[in-house]
T-cell receptor
Framework: AQTVTQSQPEMSVQEAETVTLSCTYD???????LFWYKQPPSRQMILVIR??????QNATENRFSVNFQKAAKSFSLKISDSQLGDAAMYFC???????????FGGGTRLMVKP | DAGVIQSPRHEVTEMGQEVTLRCKPI?????LFWYRQTMMRGLELLIY????????DSGMPEDRFSAKMPNASFSTLKIQPSEPRDSAVYFC?????????????FGPGTRLTVL
């Protein structure tokens, strides 16, 4: 079974600075998809960014980018120019090519200091 | 579109009572998912539907849990009888297709407290 691990329960960053959230996963598949979701205090889960494992190029979405290291099974999220609105729980998730199930990591709480 | 709608947002009930959580997916989405979020177990998939048909219910914890999707715009998750360990936030999500890269859109969740 696939597992997703987020080793940082909490992180903090100064406003306008850059922060990187870590995620590792375990799978025997070669083709799969990875996601980062944001959960603000409102509880709504919002997709931040996604990556296809067969693509070597790292995905970027404005201030959000990933560092995907397939061999190391690592998928970190970098947030540049952090804003107060970035404060939230961030979840890394995995989905294989065959199934519909999203497997989530335990989450990282990000605090942004003004 | 209003997004995925869940009701109620909060539910407090006593042990042994029946609880029904409701979800309206985004119009046109063929897939609907029910997740549960707890501190101990994180986010876990309970069941999902494709075109109103349950496809995988292996995540449903016990027979006390049941889910239905009578039509494309409505689904329920029922717990009968409820127990304190069922206290959690329950999310409904929908997606346009079942393709693995397709985004799942989540509702705001229902926070269930069983006393």
């Amino acid at each position: 079974a696939q597992t997703v691990t987020q080793s940082q329960p909490e992180m903090s960053v100064q406003e306008a600075e850059t922060v990187t959230l870590s995620c590792t996963y375990d799978t025997s598949e070669s083709d799969y998809y990875l996601f980062w979701y944001k959960q603000p205090p409102s509880r709504q889960m919002i997709l931040v960014i996604r990556q296809e494992a067969y693509k070597q190029q790292n995905a970027t979405e404005n201030r959000f980018s990933v560092n995907f290291q397939k061999a190391a099974k690592s998928f970190s999220l970098k947030i540049s120019d952090s804003q107060l609105g970035d404060a939230a729980m961030y979840f890394c998730a995995y989905r294989d090519n065959a199934g519909n199930m999203l497997t989530f990591g335990g989450g990282t709480r990000l605090m942004v200091k003004p | 579109d209003a997004g995925v709608i869940q009701s109620p947002r909060h539910e407090v009930t006593e042990m042994g009572q029946e609880v029904t959580l409701r979800c309206k997916p985004i119009s046109g989405h063929d897939y609907l998912f029910w997740y549960r979020q707890t501190m101990m177990r994180g986010l876990e998939l309970l069941i999902y539907f494709n075109n109103n048909v349950p496809i995988d219910d292996s995540g449903m914890p016990e027979d006390r849990f049941s889910a239905k999707m009578p039509n494309a715009s409505f689904s329920t998750l029922k717990i009968q009888p409820s127990e304190p360990r069922d206290s959690a936030v329950y999310f409904c999500a929908s997606s346009l297709t079942g393709l693995p890269f397709d985004e799942q859109f989540f509702g705001p969740g229902t926070r269930l407290t069983v006393l």
